[in-house]
């Protein structure tokens, strides 16, 4: 029993470059979520899912888009990488809205 | 809207010490509250949670937190802190009404001096 797992761990993009994170949950949950955590900030969501085939906006949505075509399932894609999202990514999942929100290890994104 | 804040950013503290880590939140409505811990290039785990009942709430690694409604906190305590407990604590809250979702506050970073 794996968790959630995310990849990559880490990766420098160019401006302007495109890339998906990954992340992938083996609990069966249905809710998962993507955050992105900046110093002095703490947590911030940045879109979440209801559950196969479904994607809502979150706290901090521009830039970002996602998809949930799994259950198991959560990608993260920046179409057009800028600094500003120069940043460490967690995902998390949970069984329902306010059970216990399992997190991954995070992936560490530096755009240059 | 709902809101977290950690007024504490760092909390430096010697080992076997007690500790309380503060969270105040704002919410128009009842809440649900959670303190998460990261160790360090890790992820958060969940400490413990209140949703209703006891508003002493006992969780992992010998901490426990209190609710306290006409104060709006969620303090976070423990008798004697071990080197172990060196983490970032993140206090979360949600209303659970309507599309609110979990929001965090800004952390503590709790630093254990032997």
């Known amino acids: 029993n794996a968790g959630v797992t995310q990849t990559p761990k880490f990766r420098v993009l160019k401006t302007g470059q495109s890339m998906t994170l990954l992340c992938a949950q083996d609990?069966?949950?249905?809710?998962m979520y993507w955050y992105r955590q900046d110093p002095g900030m703490g947590l911030r969501l940045i879109h979440y899912?209801?559950?196969?085939?479904?994607?809502a906006k979150g706290e901090v949505p521009d830039g970002y888009n996602v998809s949930r075509l799994k259950k198991q399932n959560f990608l993260l894609g920046l179409e057009s990488a800028a600094p500003s999202q120069t940043s460490v990514y967690f995902c998390?999942?949970?069984?329902?809205?306010?059970?216990?929100?399992?997190f991954g290890p995070g992936t560490r994104l530096t755009v240059l | 809207a709902q809101s977290v804040t950690q007024l504490d950013s760092q909390v430096p503290v010697f080992e076997e010490a007690p500790v309380e880590l503060r969270c105040n939140y704002s919410?128009?409505?009842?809440?649900?509250l959670f303190w998460y811990v990261q160790y360090p290039n890790q992820g958060l785990q969940l400490l413990l949670k209140?949703?209703?009942?006891?508003?002493l709430v006992k969780g992992i690694n010998g901490f426990e937190a209190e609710f306290n409604k006409s104060q709006t906190s969620f303090h976070l305590r423990k008798p004697s802190v071990h080197i172990s407990d060196t983490a970032e604590y993140f206090c979360?809250?949600?209303?659970?009404?309507?599309?609110?979702?979990?929001?965090f506050g800004t952390g503590t970073r709790l630093t254990i001096i032997p």
């Open positions: 998390a999942s949970s069984k329902r809205e306010y059970n216990e929100q399992f």
């Open positions: 609990m069966n949950h249905e809710y």
């Open positions: 899912s209801v559950g196969e085939g479904t994607t």
């Open positions: 919410s128009s409505v009842s809440v649900y």
């Open positions: 209140y949703l209703s009942g006891s508003t």
């Open positions: 979360a809250v949600t209303s659970g009404f309507g599309n609110e979702k979990l929001t």
